[in-house]
């Protein structure tokens, strides 16, 4: 069903019927892009890195076409009634509020949207305005009385000046005291600056003051605060979700089941951003906001590679691949998912709908659906309803399956101690089988792409089992201005090689050819190579065209592993605490590594060892031949990023992989 500004208040109160009686929903998101030029994601961010990095991504773009599909099983059939709803947003002004955003887009992105028929004229004229809390909390009334939000103009009082912390100090207590007069006379606060006005109508808009009160202004000098009777309140509580898209995260919220995306890092961080708070500047806040909007945000994309009854069973884990498998086998077990009355919009062919949000969100909602029933089947083997969910295998499949039927067995048997007691009547097995503790360890976790911390935890703390590579080396000290080329000229012994840079002053050194690994010379450079390129020497030419000199000298080369002993992630460190990381770093290495980001969160779903992601890339963004001795850890090698970063780019620059 499209909901467009003009029929969501109509709308709403069907919404509101098939998301809080859904045992599960499903989500997803179109973008205007994905990410700035300026950002270069690296597998061996840190996880505050990466972050920031995500974050910076976030709020350059916006999202314009929200996906929501609310899942219930019919008691009567056995099946599960899907209601998808594609909603057009748009942060326009509306009759009553100036939002003054900022449209910003990548031209790829557009392009696509247009060439799968994006209708850029609806998304204009219907698409649905929003306001997050944060930006409600510093809205404020013009001389014209037209309400103004200004996104991200909130005013830290930390950023206060003297004067300006006296100015608002003040007003706070002639507020209160005005307050405890219960007079109806209005009270009126003197303003010099817009700033200063600025500052005043955020302070009524604290919850402190229970929505209570309302600024206007006077004259160009001074403001009047006003108490709001009972029903004024109510009526403003009425009103304004019917007017903000943000009604529907609620509605989610209220739902209280699982909510479902398929790889969510984008989706998550943008609905946080967008409809419910500025994201916070580290990581262990946003996990409390995070889960403050929605307790049980589960990552599709994460399952398929961690849960070790999935992992083995798919060549790949994009959006439209697992769709297309399940979705088969699910009928072939006679498990029918069937559209509710009045949302038949994705049945059939040619529709042109495969890339809206709306039936992104189906497809994920499906996925999700198989996942369950396929888990809750293997532990239990006697749990046969409405057939077998078995996989069909291919030749490879039974191969890797052969590698890791010890482990999968090991995984499965502590499935089934912690799993609940599967011979419940069906009723109880419709609600209860998605809230199963042998899935709930893998619910909170966010896929992160191409990273030596494949997750987010929004639950606790992260587990990773790294990895080290022989080929690959890291070069640090390089003076900047440095190019690739000068640096093959100073190691010719190791050629060829590929550079990746992490700064301006650091970089990696990947061997194409593995052979020549003892000849890497670790260590500081020194003065002796460097030497004949300087001037007055037999290479001074070469040296001068590529930018050789002294400080090159002082470049240090050390092994994957030892970066990781010095630089990477360590046992209960808080990366948001530079102290606490430069102790770690003479600590022992470990094979499976916490990375403590929040200690005041709640305490962390604890999965079996199976379920420990392994991070660590190093062939992902060249053509290196991967090494016979990492090929049964890495099953399923470069082709399925590849293909999820193709389908990423080609699906309006967002991460439908």
Known sequence: MEVLKSDFEVNLPLIEEALIGADFIAIDTEFTGLVTPDVQFQNTDELSTRYSKLKSCVQEFTIIQYGVCAFKKNKATGDYVAKPFN????GADTHDI???????????SLSFLRSNKFDFNKLIEQGIPFYNYSEESTMFQSTQGTNIVNRRSAILESSLTKSGKSFLDYNRKTISKWLQGNTEKPLVIQVNSSFYKKLIYQEIQDPKYNSFLKATQRDSKHLEISRLKEEDKRQNT???????????????????CPVVAHNAAYDIFHTVDQFWQYLPNDVAEFKKVANSMWDNIVDTKYMAEYHPT?????????????YNTVSDELKAAGLNIAMGKGFERYTGTGNDVEHEAGYDAYMTGVIYLAFIKFIHEKQDPKVKENGSLKRKRSVSDEVEEGEESASESESESESDSD?????????????NIFMDKSVLPYYGKIYLMRSDIPYINLKGEEEVELITYPNKFFLHNIPVGL????????????????????????????????TKIPNVPLGVLGFATVQSFLPGFSRYDEGKDYGITNEASRMELI???????????????????????LASATSNDHATTTLETASDLNNANVSGDSAIPTGGAGYDDFEIPLPP?????????RENDNNEDSERDNKNRKTSA
Not at 98 to 108: L, M, N, V
Not at 310 to 322: E, I
């Open 87 to 90: 909603f057009y947003i748009f």
């Open 629 to 637: 001795s990492f090929a049964a850890s890495l099953k399923r090698g």
């Open 483 to 514: 190019t690739n080329a000068a640096i093959e000229k100073l190691y010719p012994t190791i050629l060829p090689i590929a550079v990746s840079w992490v700064n301006d002053n650091n970089a990696w050194i990947i061997l194409r050819d593995e």
């Open 98 to 108: 100036q939002s003054r955003r900022i449209f910003s887009a990548t031209p790829s």
């Open 559 to 581: 092994t994957h592993e030892q970066w990781r002993t010095l630089y990477g992630p360590k046992k209960t460190v808080n990366y948001d605490n530079i102290a606490s990381a």
């Open 238 to 256: 009425v009103n304004t979700p019917k007017l903000n898209f943000r009604a529907v995260i609620e509605l989610i919220k209220k739902a209280d």
């Open 310 to 322: 999935l992992k083995s069973c798919f060549q790949t884990s994009v959006l439209g691949s697992l």
């Open 419 to 431: 799993s609940t007691d599967n011979d419940e009547e069906d009723d109880d097995e419709s609600t």
